[in-house]
């Protein structure tokens, strides 16, 4: 399943790219958000992927039942996935508070900061 | 010997509180120091005469194998002595010639900055010290030049000056890492006895290359010569100081210090010695081409810095003892020359060599030294410069190849020397009382003393040349050709070659003064204005300054999508190779434990990515971003990540709302590009999502590390007591990772909250 894994991850990156490459600032957003996902899956399946064992430990036990999937992989995705969307909120805000300001959306027109 | 070279410094810092206080007897009070410091070396003459050198260490930084070692030798001696000593007359004289300066705190910081610099490089025993000590006086001649700062010309020539000399230190620098790596130490004390490993290491030629840049640059050999003349535009105290007797002679020193470590090869012999014969001629024609007394001083000291090295190129003994002599000879009469021409454009106020004429009844004691001087410059006996030109002579003569061609080269400058000698000291002293701007007068005793004692002291060693040579000339020949040299210096050889060659080219010398008014018209018309080498200098500082505009337009657009293009070209290159080069082998595509519905959400997630790229407005795009989400969020639980899965479903859902309120204020899509650039760019995404592919097949198989997730699932309940891992790693183990996490939540939501609330006011 690595093996497909690579390849999706693959496919969401060259999406990611090719959106953050354009000139309009919606399509940049949308590129983020695709980057955001490729990365994680990227971390989670470099860490390993394990079918049906989730890493919880049984009540009153000291010791998880066996192999479990990696944790430290999980926490670090956890983490990164709230950090993206703080990131996006902001950026689409801001995206929108500088398209009232300039009245547009093309980053070309909005090199200059005279307008 | 460390506070000797320190002290330098730490009068200099003095200085500007002492010349305030001082004014114009400044120079005199100052001058103890240099004065201190002859003597000082002058007390350890008798043990280097007997042979010896010294060595003193301090430890400086040990752990990078730097030490602050001072080597004492023949050669350093000479030269310690011709900067500590003509230091003590140069202080003096700029005392009195630029006596009312504002500016003279200033300058004697600068000065006596740069002859602790000077000292501390000749003195230098490890090649860092020594590489250190080198840029100070670029840094410090840069200074000097420039000291009329008002003045744009001065500017200009202070700068091209630095250009030149740091861009050989740069080479200089690479040259002593590599001399380092051949001769297993930085000590010159420990290299002059590894001279075969160095010859016959497989980098000799580059380092040897980067060394000769170093020399050459700052010694202004031909093509770097033309930064010397320009330097001219300091007070002449600073020219008869760094840009005659000492700084250039840095590069002389360098290559006689290094002969016999790196020398004495052929690939030494031809470049050293043929770069010094060019030097000399293009120094010898420029001086005659030139009318400025200054500049033919200047361009004289280009030949005589190309003699200098021309015989540090022949690499015999008697070159070693030419060398020396030559060398010592020329600072003596060289710096007399400057320091006359100083109080000539002092006192009367001319500069140019036709405007001048009969000075000799107004200012007899400089016309003394002046011409005293010129004789030793001419080579006429019994002047000490006669001696070494005998001595010239006898090593072109004598050099193991092309003895024939380097015997005229050195004729011919001869030849040229007279000419010189006849336009410094006869054309200003002799003929027509020529009106000069300022009623000549003679110059006051603080610039006359350097003069006359310099021009007495070519006398003297040139009526009594065993002074010299027993005192201190055998001993740094001897550290110059790395054996035991014994010079045996005379007036009277008898009647051989090289007298000979001494007649003939001061016959030719003579009829060449005769004729210069026509000799410097014919050397005028060459089109050196147009073809020099300052002219290559100067397009490539216009093709440098037109190559930063043009990479920091092609880099610095302003347009991000470039920025992100370059960024991903460069991460495609780099990654792509290190990844090509270190596993060569494609790995294996392993599907053993495909299960089908998985296949299925990973086609959907991959679909809906396209999707959101292919599609034609914003709401298709954004059900597509939202349909790739929740695919992530169903691998995560499928892969027992039932939390990452929970939080991304309520992320994603908050995404689709976000953008959906958000994005529709905004207007729709225009396609604004060409067909072209959209097949680049999904050339790019293509090829970025290949290299991560490529990158996470082969992580799989990589480990560098053992994980530490072990120790996690370990300590979980005994360490974090709680029973999910992942939950413990959180709030317990990486608590401040996930405290740093809520600090950005809540800074992004103050940004958004004032964002919105900014947009109610300006409504309002």
Known sequence: METVMAFVVGGLYAAAVYMMLRRSIVKLVIGLVLLGNAANLLIFTAGGLTRGAPPLIAEGALLPDGAVADPLTQALILTAIVIGFGVLAFAVVLIHRAYEVVQAVNMDKMKDTDT | ?764
């Open chain 2, 1 to 764: 010997m460390l506070s000797a070279v320190l002290a330098g410094f730490v009068v200099a810092a003095c200085a500007p509180w002492l010349a305030a206080r001082l004014g114009a007897r400044t120079g005199w009070v100052l001058a103890v120091l240099p004065l201190a410091l002859t003597l000082y070396f002058a007390s350890f003459l008798p043990r280097i005469a007997a042979g010896e050198s010294m060595l003193f260490q301090y430890a400086w930084i040990p752990g990078l194998d730097i030490r602050l070692g001072f080597l004492l030798d023949g050669l350093s001696l000479l030269f310690a002595l011709l900067i500590s000593g003509i230091g003590t007359l140069i202080v003096i004289y700029a005392g009195g010639y630029l006596a009312g300066q504002r500016d003279l705190g200033r300058f004697y910081l600068f000065l006596l900055s740069f002859m602790a610099s000077m000292l501390g490089l000749v003195l230098s025993d490890n090649l860092i010290t020594l590489f250190v000590f080198w840029e100070l006086t670029s840094i410090t001649s840069f200074l000097l030049i420039g000291f009329n700062h008002e003045d744009k010309t001065a500017r200009a020539s202070a700068l091209q000056g630095l250009f030149v000399t740091v861009g050989g230190g740069l080479a200089l620098l690479a040259g002593f890492v590599l001399l380092a790596q051949a001769g297993g130490s930085y000590d010159l004390s420990m290299l002059l006895s590894q001279g075969e490993a160095v010859r016959g290491d497989a980098l000799y030629l580059p380092l040897l290359l980067l060394l000769l840049l170093g020399a050459f640059t700052k010694s202004a050999q031909a093509p770097f010569h033309f930064w010397l003349p320009n330097a001219m535009a300091a007070p002449t105290p600073v020219s008869a100081y760094l840009h005659s007797a000492t700084m250039v002679k840095a590069g002389v020193y360098l290559l006689a210090r290094l002969q016999p470590v790196v020398g004495g090869t052929m690939e030494w012999f031809w470049l050293v010695s043929l770069t010094g014969a060019l030097t000399l001629l293009v120094g010898g024609v420029l001086a005659l081409r030139a009318t400025g007394m200054k500049r033919v001083l200047a361009y004289s000291t280009v030949m005589a810095l190309g003699t200098l090295t021309l015989l540090a190129g022949i690499g015999t003994p008697a070159a070693a003892t030419a060398l020396v002599t030559f060398l010592l000879a020329h600072s003596l009469y060289k710096g007399a020359l400057f320091l006359c021409a100083g109080i000539i454009d002092h006192e009367a106020g001319v500069r140019d060599l036709r405007e001048m004429g009969g000075l000799r009844r107004a200012m007899p004691w400089t016309a003394t030294a002046s011409i005293i001087a010129a004789l030793s410059l001419a080579g006429v006996m019994p002047l000490f410069g006669f001696i070494a030109k005998e001595a010239l002579f006898e090593a072109a003569v004598q050099a193991p190849e092309l003895g024939t061609l380097l015997t005229v080269v050195a004729a011919v400058g001869a030849m040229f020397a007279v000419a010189v000698a006849g336009l410094v000291a006869v054309r200003p002293w002799f003929g027509v009382q020529a009106t000069t701007p300022r009623t000549p007068h003679e110059a006051p005793p603080a610039l006359l003393l350097g003069p006359l004692l310099l021009a007495a002291l070519g006398l003297l060693f040139g009526l009594w040349p065993g002074l010299a040579e027993h005192g201190l000339l055998a001993a740094a020949a001897s550290a110059v050709h790395g054996a035991e040299v014994v010079p045996a210096l005379a007036l009277w050889h008898g009647f051989n070659l090289p007298l000979l060659l001494s007649v003939a080219g001061l016959l030719l010398g003579l009829l060449l003064y005769v004729q210069w008014a026509r000799v410097q018209a014919l050397l005028q018309r060459l089109p050196l204005e147009r073809y020099g080498a300052e002219r290559a200098y100067e397009a490539l500082m216009t093709w440098m300054v037109d190559v930063a505009a043009w990479q920091t337009r092609l880099l610095q657009s302003g347009y991000l999508r470039r920025y992100i293009f370059i960024t991903l070209a460069t991460l495609l290159l780099v990654s792509g190779y290190a990844l090509a080069t270190r596993y060569p082998v494609w790995p294996a595509l392993d599907i053993s434990d495909l299960r089908f519905h998985e296949l299925v959400i990973a086609l959907v997630i991959v679909l809906a990515g396209l999707a959101a790229v292919k599609a034609r407005d914003r709401l298709a795009a954004v059900a597509a971003l939202g349909a790739a989400g929740f695919g992530v969020a169903l691998l995560y639980v499928i892969f027992s990540a039932p939390d990452v899965g929970i939080t991304q479903v309520l992320v994603e859902t908050l995404t689709v709302i976000l953008l959906v309120l958000v994005l529709f204020r905004l207007p729709g899509y225009v396609n604004t590009s060409r067909g072209v650039i959209h097949v680049r760019d999904a050339l790019m995404g293509v090829a970025v999502g290949g290299l991560m592919t490529w990158l996470l097949l082969e992580a799989r198989n990589v480990k560098l590390f053992p994980s530490i997730s072990g120790y996690f699932i370990e300590q979980s309940v005994p360490g974090g007591h709680g029973h999910n891992i992942v939950n413990v790693i959180l709030v317990d183990f990486r608590a401040l990772d996930t405290l740093g996490e809520i600090f950005v939540l809540g800074l992004a939501a103050v940004g958004v909250y004032a964002m919105l609330k900014l947009r109610a006011e300006d409504r309002r």
